[in-house]
């Protein structure tokens, strides 16, 4: 192979997918929608963050290959995860599939799946957590960009107005829907921190235990999420866990009423 075509594949390696250009296209033109007051407002919102939320999806990916690649695993580019398609990674429907399920059937950021990481071609513990921590610390970002625009309150007094059942409000519907997506932006970086065998939280920790340790957990980890997820199902587990994120909500200024309104938005198929 010459070394232009060696360029070239490399190039490719990275060149970033159609399939995530589309997607910001439907988040940044639902989201001017909706701040003009464009189109149906509901299902706008709906499409704001059900795009939004495959965004964030992505760029978490990226970041636990993108740290990996820097660590020493090179095998991330030939396998796709750096283009931030959402169909080169190694589990579609664990990384996209379920979680778009869970938001709209219960309004939850669920931890995506995984990029397919060569652990064995990166040396050092740290290198190894930083990976896992990578994609989280996205997540927060992301939150972070969300609603410090609602909570500095550069969307007050807006033009267009949002309707509850049938009452008019003084807040944008794109403010709901930031706030929405905000929290579940908050969510997913939560779950995801818990150090729990399956998730980034754990994998974190794992480098700096014992050899011992980590083979007696390693048969639990496939079943690590499914157990967080049951868990939250429980009343006052759900109750205690959004309260949290409710309170982180509120160190960006913002009121966990944004949230409430941009999920009532969001399922615009009730009511």
């Known amino acids: 192979m010459t070394f232009a075509a060696t360029q070239r594949s490399r ?26 007051g464009y189109g149906n407002a509901r299902f706008g919102v709906f499409l704001f963050v059900v795009a939004g939320w495959m965004v964030s999806l992505c760029l978490h990916e990226y970041a636990h290959a993108r740290t990996a690649l820097h660590g020493g695993d090179i095998s991330v580019g030939a396998k796709g995860y750096l283009t931030l398609n959402p169909l080169k990674y190694a589990n579609v429907l664990l990384s996209f599939v379920l979680p778009i399920v869970f938001v709209i059937l219960g309004g939850i950021g669920l931890p995506g799946g995984s990029v397919w990481i060569e652990r064995h071609r990166i040396q050092g513990r740290l290198k190894h957590s930083l990976i896992s921590a990578a994609g989280p610390l996205v997540n927060l970002v992301f939150a972070a960009v969300l609603l410090i625009p609602i909570g500095a309150g550069w969307l007050d007094d807006p033009q267009v107005h949002a309707v509850l059942q049938g009452y008019e409000l003084t807040v944008s519907p794109f403010s709901g829907a930031l706030g929405f997506l905000g929290l579940l932006q908050l969510s997913a970086a939560l779950l995801n921190l818990l150090p729990v065998p399956g998730l980034d939280g754990y994998g974190i920790v794992e480098p700096w235990l014992s050899y011992n340790v980590r083979r007696a957990v390693e048969p639990f980890a496939p079943y690590g999420m499914l157990a967080v997820f049951a868990l939250l199902w429980q009343p006052q587990v759900n109750s205690f866990f959004f309260g949290v994120v409710h309170g982180l909500m509120s160190l960006f200024g913002v009121d966990a009423d944004y949230a409430s309104l941009g999920h009532y938005l969001f399922t615009f198929w009730k009511n």
């Open 11 to 36: 190039s490719d390696d990275r060149r970033i997918s159609p399939v995530f250009w589309v997607l910001l296209a439907v988040l940044g033109t639902s989201g001017w929608a909706l701040y003009e």
